[in-house]
């Protein structure tokens, strides 16, 4: 009896332990996802710039657009946003927005709601849900690089037993003292079964199927990884920072005598 009641106290002790590793787990990521958000709320500031360096490749590379290098710029003065990225130029003002494509010489002219100016200014998620969806769905963890500088990293849980498969692994470095984003990683793996019928599909739009496929676990499967890299270079969140701050008004020379701009044309108003 004695013997029984001490084996009786280790399993209600372990599971007590394992009980509170959980609850300690469940507050850790917690609040890693709340200095997570915090991170992310700069682009909340009134006042913000930055520019950035993109870069996508992929494994294996099947078209031109799967490894490119593009240059970008962004401001936010109080409600009115500036973006460049490439030939493509976007501004956000007096209620309307405007895109200058350089490359085709067009202006899209739109008005724009106080809904889409919420989803123009690209605030981060957060609350409750979200905050359950990245318990539920990502293995969460931070660290510390150096002095100056920590890593968020949000791994995709394995779905174990499922043929197809696609996860995604986010790394997030920002700056400790300031408490600002400095690179983000996103790769995304996609894994599914070699079919018949999908790789007949693929061939049939002249898709090199051989580079896809990879035997596992003596199973032919579709893989191709997918990656993004962001650098955000000169952050900064201070009203200075915004004084160059391009203007659609003076973006493009504009003919009274014609009630044209020059060389560019309207191909979308409103």
Same mark, same amino acid.
């Given at each position: ?169 986010? !790394?997030?470095?920002?700056?400790? +003292?300031? @408490? $600002?984003? #400095?690179?983000?990683?996103? /790769? %995304? ?23 896809? !496929?990879?035997?596992?676990?003596? +199973?032919? @499967? $579709?893989? #191709?990884?997918?990656?993004? /890299? %962001? ?40």
């Amino acid at each position: 009896m004695k013997r029984y009641k001490k084996y009786l106290l280790l399993v209600c002790l372990s599971g007590f332990i394992q009980h509170i590793s959980y609850a300690q787990r469940v507050s850790d990521t917690t609040a890693v996802i709340k200095d997570y958000n915090k991170l992310m709320a700069f682009i909340s500031q009134p006042y913000i710039h930055y520019t950035m360096l993109s870069r996508v490749a992929a494994d294996p590379v099947m078209l031109a657009e799967d490894t490119l290098t593009s240059t970008g710029e962004f401001y936010k003065n109080q409600n009115d946003i500036y973006y460049s990225g490439g030939q493509d130029e976007m501004y956000l003002e007096d209620s309307f927005k405007i895109q200058i494509n350089h490359e085709r010489k067009t202006i899209w002219i739109s008005k724009i709601d106080d809904a889409a100016k919420e989803k123009l200014s690209m605030l981060p998620l957060s609350g409750k849900k979200f905050s359950d969806m990245l318990r539920e769905e990502y293995t969460i963890s931070r660290s510390s690089l150096n002095d100056s500088t920590g890593q968020f990293s949000f791994d995709t849980k394995p779905v174990v037993g499922a043929a197809s498969q696609k996860t995604t692994n986010i !790394t997030v470095v920002y700056l400790k +003292k300031r @408490y $600002l984003i #400095k690179e983000m990683d996103i /790769e %995304v793996r996609m894994q599914e079964p070699a079919a018949d019928a999908i790789v007949a599909a693929l061939k049939g739009e002249g898709v090199d199927v051989a580079k896809l !496929t990879q035997t596992i676990d003596g +199973k032919d @499967y $579709l893989v #191709k990884k997918q990656r993004l /890299e %962001v650098n955000y270079n000169d952050l900064e969140v201070t009203k200075q920072s915004v004084s160059q701050m391009p203007s659609w008004k003076n973006a493009l020379e504009y003919d009274e005598s014609i009630g044209a701009y020059i060389g560019y044309a309207i191909t979308k108003m409103f």
